[in-house]
């Protein structure tokens, strides 16, 4: 997910969200504070009939950067997918996670925020699973 946004009040602009990649140009020169955010990873899958639990998955990394827009340039805005539901259901024992992919904000072709996604949730083979690991993240300031 990215956000783009200044502080509220009268003659603030309101925040603009993007939930689904896109290429946004626009008509104006914008200064904005961006939140450019990962995509979490999915938690292990745990089967009931073995003695051992999974854990869940990483939350996504986080870039946060003021930032001038400048009219009339295209800027790309990719929006990472959350880790894919692990499966199918193991009869034999647990099922790891999937991780999450990254969000990046690129301005010809050059990414200058990126945020890694979450990492996949475990299925250890006894219990007591570290969660997914945390996104990192680059290009904030």
Same mark, same amino acid.
């Given at each position: 997910?990215?956000?783009?946004g200044?502080?509220g009040?009268?003659?603030g602009l309101p925040?603009?969200?993007?939930s689904?990649t896109? +290429?946004w140009t626009?008509?104006c020169?914008?200064e904005?504070?961006v939140?450019?955010?990962?995509a $979490? $990873?999915?938690?292990?899958?745990?089967n009931?009939?073995?003695d051992a639990?999974?854990?869940?998955? %990483?939350?996504?990394g986080?870039?946060?950067?003021?930032?001038?827009?400048l009219a009339?340039t295209?800027?790309t805005? +990719?929006?990472g997918? $959350?880790? *894919?539901s692990p499966?199918?259901?193991?009869?034999?024992?647990n099922? *790891? %996670?999937n991780?999450? +992919?990254?969000s990046?904000?690129?301005? $010809?072709?050059? *990414?200058?925020?990126t945020?890694?996604?979450?990492?996949a949730?475990?299925?250890?083979?006894?219990? %007591?699973?570290?969660? %997914?690991?945390g996104g990192? *993240?680059?290009g904030?300031n």
């Amino acid at each position: 997910m990215a956000i783009l946004g200044q502080k509220g009040g009268d003659t603030g602009l309101p925040n603009i969200m993007f939930s689904a990649t896109d +290429t946004w140009t626009p008509s104006c020169n914008i200064e904005a504070m961006v939140y450019c955010i990962g995509a $979490g $990873g999915s938690g292990g899958l745990s089967n009931e009939n073995y003695d051992a639990s999974c854990s869940g998955g %990483g939350a996504g990394g986080t870039a946060v950067s003021k930032y001038v827009f400048l009219a009339s340039t295209a800027y790309t805005i +990719t929006i990472g997918a $959350g880790g *894919a539901s692990p499966g199918p259901y193991n009869a034999t024992g647990n099922v *790891a %996670g999937n991780a999450g +992919t990254a969000s990046t904000i690129a301005v $010809g072709g050059s *990414a200058f925020m990126t945020a890694n996604g979450g990492g996949a949730g475990l299925a250890p083979g006894s219990a %007591g699973a570290a969660g %997914g690991a945390g996104g990192t *993240a680059s290009g904030g300031n």
